[in-house]
């Protein structure tokens, strides 16, 4: 079995992999990511995701697993089955238009795919495009007791600050240093890949 992954721009066809996706993550995951949202409004959100706009823009770890089986035969055919998967997106969402207003940055990584620098990976890409478009600095809105994305955003956007907004929730902004996205996200993504 042989596996690449890439970050890429999301395309509409995406939908179906980030919806089953989003059916293989844990309960806790889906409601860190999505405040509670169910249904949909978790749907609606999905279908965003996969269809850019100017204000809304995510991209994806997308996966291509190859399986070959040789088979017993005579002439020894090879076989080869391919299955592609996504298992993070990030998106940025421009507030109101796209010249008033805060942008916020929101991801998911898959339970069992986290820890491997896929959520550093696709938060450099979002940072490429943030700082293309000029923006100083993001938004992110974390649940009080999402910890593991507090600490994320640390490590991934140095100099980020965090406030408490109250509702069990904090707000980071997160400054746009295109060079720290690349120096620590996308070249370390190659070696993953
Ligand atoms: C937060 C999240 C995106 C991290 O994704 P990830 O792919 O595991 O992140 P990376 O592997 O790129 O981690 C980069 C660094 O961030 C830090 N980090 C990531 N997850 C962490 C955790 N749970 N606890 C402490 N530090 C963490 C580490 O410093 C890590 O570097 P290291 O692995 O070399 O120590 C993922 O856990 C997730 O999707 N959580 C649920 C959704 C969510 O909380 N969204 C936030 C609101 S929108």
Redesign the pocket.
Same mark, same amino acid.
């Given at each position: 079995m042989d596996t690449s992954l890439w970050i890429r721009p999301t395309r509409p066809a995406d939908e179906a992999a980030l919806t089953a996706m989003l059916a293989r993550c844990s309960p &806790?995951?889906v409601r860190?990511?999505f405040?509670g949202a169910v249904g949909a409004s978790a749907t609606a959100e999905l279908r965003r995701e996969a269809n850019w706009s100017p204000t809304h823009r995510s991209w994806v770890a997308a996966a291509r697993t190859v399986d070959r089986t040789t088979s017993d035969g005579p002439r020894g055919e090879v076989h080869a089955a391919v299955h592609a998967e996504v298992h993070?997106v990030i998106t940025l969402a421009w507030g109101g238009s796209r010249t008033v207003g805060e942008v916020e940055?929101?991801?998911?990584?898959?339970d069992g795919?986290?820890?491997?620098?896929?959520?550093?990976?696709?938060?450099g890409a979002a940072v490429l495009e943030a700082a293309r478009e000029g923006v100083p600095a993001l938004l992110?809105?974390?649940?009080g007791s999402? &910890?593991?994305?507090r600490?994320?955003l640390r490590?991934?956007a140095p100099g980020a600050t965090t406030r408490f907004v109250g509702a069990a929730e904090f707000e980071m902004d997160l400054p746009v240093r295109p060079a720290a996205a690349l120096a620590t996200g996308l070249e370390r993504w190659e070696a993953i890949a």
């Open positions: &806790d995951a860190r990511r405040h993070g940055v929101a991801f998911l990584v898959e795919w986290t820890r491997h620098g896929i959520g550093r990976a696709l938060f992110a809105r974390v649940e999402n &910890d593991g994305a600490r994320f490590a991934v």
